[in-house]
């Protein structure tokens, strides 16, 4: 009987791990610690453990609904890259968005009516929590969804769709901003919204599609890569990420609390550690393994600007 139960307990916990993985927790994650690095920069102090915990239920049940939208919304053209052989390439072998398993409902490991189901439950979730933070919250985070879905449609009709990713990902933090003052200032958002913005475009957007420049050309995508060649795009990366650095030093000015020269100086040298160092490699060599380990290596900036704003905070 014990070991029965423990087998039907071990297939529950593969089962969750694949809708794990039709969110892309692991990656999710790290994103999620974006609108936590805002909230704190902005505000200058931690907010009150209500705030806190209401937060960051509503963050991990909004990051993990929109990924999940991703796949439900782009599943067809999911599942005809793996009838033709897609998901497999070496490139992938290292993605962090592929920690678990990628695509698992266009694998048909998760059907797609129990994806959907997924996706809304902690979309309702999110939605409650970002009502009870602030009303204008829950505008963008309804925002956010319909942005991440005109973005899936966008795939085979322009490269622009990489501006629409990256808007996405800048109204996490902005969001988080609102929940914990109704009033900032317009210009610490306008500057957060290009921090977020072009490191999206050049870390994480444009490095992702020039792996698959050949599977997307065969396809008919209309990525960055695809569209406008790879040395333009090695300079749009290069390009993207210095003003992601250059904006992320002036939005610590708006904070609520001093952030010295050290903090600066430890601030601008995880952006060129992890971010314009990888994209000048990838600029120099032009091949895919450095394309993965520049969008790899980005994905932790986030979490390396919230890590800095906590410390700032504790000391």
């Known amino acids: 009987m014990a070991s029965k139960s423990q087998s039907l307990l071990a297939s529950y916990r593969e089962k969750l791990k694949l809708f794990w993985a039709l969110s892309r927790t692991p990656h999710g994650i790290i994103d999620m610690t974006t609108p ?16 806190i915990v209401v937060g960051l239920v509503t963050v991990f049940a909004g990051y993990t609904a929109v990924y999940a939208l991703n796949d439900i919304i782009g599943y067809r053209s999911d599942r005809a890259k793996l009838e033709a052989g897609g998901f497999s390439g070496a490139a992938h072998a290292s993605d962090i968005d592929a920690l678990l398993v990628r695509h698992p409902m266009a694998q048909g490991l998760i059907s797609f009516p129990a994806g959907l189901a997924w996706a809304a439950g902690w979309g309702v979730v999110a939605a409650a929590g970002a009502y009870w933070l ?51 200032s317009p210009l610490f958002l306008l500057f957060l919204f ?73 601030t601008l040298a995880a952006g060129i550690y992890l971010l314009m160092w990888p994209a000048w490699i990838l600029y120099d060599s032009r091949r895919k393994s450095d394309a993965m380990e520049l969008f790899n290596r980005a994905s932790y900036f986030p979490l390396a600007l919230f890590a800095i704003v906590v410390t700032r905070l504790l000391l």
Request: hydrophobic share 55%.
């Open 194 to 266: 290009l921090v977020i913005f072009f490191w999206e475009i050049g870390g994480q957007n444009a490095p992702n599609d020039w792996t698959d420049i050949e599977e997307d050309q065969r396809f008919g995508a209309r990525t960055i890569p695809v569209v406008v060649g790879l040395t333009r795009t090695r300079d749009i990366i290069l390009g993207s990420l210095l003003l992601a650095v250059l904006a992320n030093l002036v939005l610590f000015l708006f904070s609520g609390t001093a952030f010295g020269p050290l903090f600066y100086l430890i």
């Open 36 to 51: 936590c690095m805002a909230a704190l920069v902005w505000l200058g102090e931690f907010p009150s453990p209500a705030i």
């Open 134 to 184: 602030n009303p204008v919250c829950l505008l963008i985070f309804g925002a956010g969804c319909l942005l991440e879905a005109v973005y899936c449609l966008l795939w085979r009709v322009s490269p622009y769709r990489s501006l629409v990713s990256g808007a996405v990902k800048s109204a996490g933090a902005i969001a988080a901003v609102f929940a914990v003052d109704p009033a900032p």
